[in-house]
């Protein structure tokens, strides 16, 4: 990815969130014009729904992006792990969604491991482990789905502990307000910020750079893999395409909440701010029968215009 060379000025960050912030306001009272039936209660429930998995992934994918790099393999990392979870859960019933965040870790130590040590780009590292995952499930699946069966995995996500609210969105605000803390708190989190802002000045003033960066691609490969073993549970069964979908709007919500795609600006609270946008308008244009191949196209002109707000711009020296 990119390291950014040209600092946004100050009060810059500040215009960027009102403007997400605005945004997500203008496309609700327009989905309110035409699109009534979008905040009727069970269509809220479903909003809220899919946005507990993707703010757990995109959580993870806000670390990786704040010092500059990017992962494309999340939502393979998330298939691999609801199709794990899939078939361990008959003998291992909950176990099998902890070691399936397990193995998700494990890959995402792999990736900064590549990316540090042998020196590839961390879009090329990832894209590797993406493909690598992919053909890896068709293998274990063979191409056909496999169902949740285990009534504690499903109840995990299904279910309901608190005032009737799903234990996914339960989950996600935990992993929420955990890695709040992580973000804001401690080393790690800052780090993360000053590796994107200079990576050369953070090596002198004693960051360890290399530690910072696997640990940072690890957050996200664990939060993938739990994301992924949410997903097959909230689904019921594990397809060998159910995650296809989390890399790129995973991406789409960090950018659009207000992170640079170039690194050292943004935060891991305002990724909810990008969750919320990207399921609400997928949402809408589902209810609106907009066709796939048009929702794809929108959705790339969002991204295009969420980076062009929010990073900085850079110099073609800067890209790696």
């Known amino acids: 990815m990119a390291q950014a060379s040209l600092k946004a ?32 209660t069970g269509n809220v429930r479903a909003i809220v729904l899919s ?24 939502g393979a990392i998330a298939t691999f792990c609801g199709m794990l979870v899939a078939w361990l859960a008959p003998e291992l019933g909950l176990w099998a969604v902890l070691l ?12 900064g491991l590549i990316y540090v040590y042998l020196r590839i780009p961390s879009i090329l590292v990832t ?7 992919s053909g890896a499930v068709l293998f274990i699946s063979d191409g056909r789905s496999l169902p949740v069966s285990d009534p504690s995995v499903i ?48 090596t002198l003033v004693g960051v360890k750079v290399s530690v910072v960066k696997i640990q940072a691609f690890a957050v996200s490969g664990l939060l993938g ?29 960090v950018v659009v909440g207000g992170t640079a795609i170039t690194g050292g600006s943004g935060a891991v609270r305002l990724t909810i701010l990008g969750v919320l946008f990207i399921a609400i308008l997928s949402n809408a244009m589902n209810i609106l029968a907009f066709p796939p191949y048009l929702q794809t196209i929108i959705q790339g002109i969002v991204i295009v215009l969420a980076v062009l707000l929010n990073s900085p711009r850079m110099h073609s020296e800067d890209v790696k």
Not at 51 to 74: H, R
Not at 127 to 133: D, H, K, P
Not at 244 to 250: E, K
């Open 9 to 40: 000025p100050p009060g810059s960050h500040l215009s960027r969130r009102i403007a997400t912030l605005g945004a997500l306001a203008v496309l609700c009272v327009v989905l309110a014009y035409y699109a009534p039936s979008m905040f009727t």
């Open 51 to 74: 946005s507990s998995v993707l703010l757990i992934a995109a959580i993870g994918a806000t670390f990786v992006i704040l010092m500059g790099s990017i992962d494309f393999s999340i």
């Open 100 to 111: 399936a965040s397990v193995v998700g870790l494990f890959f995402g130590i792999v990736n």
């Open 127 to 133: 894209l590797g482990t993406a493909t690598t995952l």
């Open 155 to 202: 109840y995990l996500a299904q279910g309901s502990m608190l005032f009737g609210i799903p234990n996914a969105v339960l989950l996600s605000v935990l992993v929420f307000a955990i890695f709040l803390i992580v973000g804001s708190r401690t080393r790690f989190g800052r780090m993360t910020l000053a590796i994107g802002s200079d990576e050369q000045t953070a």
């Open 225 to 253: 893999g739990f994301a992924g073993s949410l997903l097959a549970a909230r689904l019921g069964t594990s397809t060998a395409t159910m995650g296809s979908y989390m890399t790129l709007d995973t991406i789409t919500a």
